[in-house]
T-cell receptor, first 112, second 110 residues
């Protein structure tokens, strides 16, 4: 099993550009999550999904969108990138919400 | 609002020098406490889940314990490869989210 995979690993965006961060898991997990990690701060939940076709906002959803058309994939869309979105983004998945989450390797995004 | 505080922020140990990391939490209705290890430039790696006060879990040189207010990650005779940031997170069921602490950065020197 590859676990949770994310692409790209690094990306530099100009202000106002858009992009999609890809996330795929091969563990047949129902729950998937997107977090951002900023220096000195704990991981913050952006969006999550409890199954295909079902998504919901986390703590910091503004400026982002998600979709979940399959169990395996959970892409994160950034529209009109802003410097405040400079961060490291992690995708995670879990079998149930009370179970441990497995994280991908992250995408380091810089918006200039 | 759920709060998780980890201490110390950074810890430097000599190889073989045992110590403990602390994770204190203020939540309404703990349903699970998780410990993760994060190496630089990588995603968090799951270590332990604790569900109720008094529970303990062990893995190699690591042992996690849980009380009603805090959790400890005990590191016995650490080695340089144990150097990493250790993250604690709590799950209460609200919003299907984990609330993470800011981590303890551990460095083990020869």
């Amino acid at each position: 099993n590859a676990g949770v995979t994310q692409t790209p690993k690094f990306r530099i965006l100009k202000i106002g550009q858009s992009m999609t961060l890809q996330c795929t898991q091969d563990m047949n997990h129902n729950y998937m999550y997107w977090y951002r990690q900023d220096p000195g701060m704990g991981l913050k939940l952006i969006y999550y999904s409890v199954g295909a076709g079902i998504t919901d906002k986390g703590e910091v959803p503004n400026g982002y969108n998600v979709s979940r058309s399959t169990t395996e994939d959970f892409p994160l869309r950034l529209e009109l990138a802003a410097p405040s979105q400079t961060s490291v983004y992690f995708c995670a998945s879990s079998y149930k919400n009370t179970y441990e989450q497995y994280f991908g390797p992250g995408t380091r995004l810089t918006v200039t | 609002e759920d709060q998780v505080t980890q201490s110390p922020e950074a810890l430097r140990l000599q190889e073989g020098e045992s110590s403990s990391l602390n994770c204190s939490y203020t939540v309404s209705g703990l349903r699970g406490l998780f410990w993760y290890r994060q190496d630089p430039g990588k995603g968090p790696e799951f270590l332990f889940t604790l569900y109720s006060a008094g529970e303990e879990k062990e893995k190699e040189r690591l042992k996690a314990t849980l009380t009603k207010k805090e959790s400890f990650l005990h590191i016995t005779a650490p080695k340089p490869e144990d150097s990493a940031t250790y993250l604690c997170a709590v799950f209460t069921g609200g919003g299907n989210k984990l609330t993470f602490g800011t981590g303890t950065q551990l460095k083990v020197e020869l």
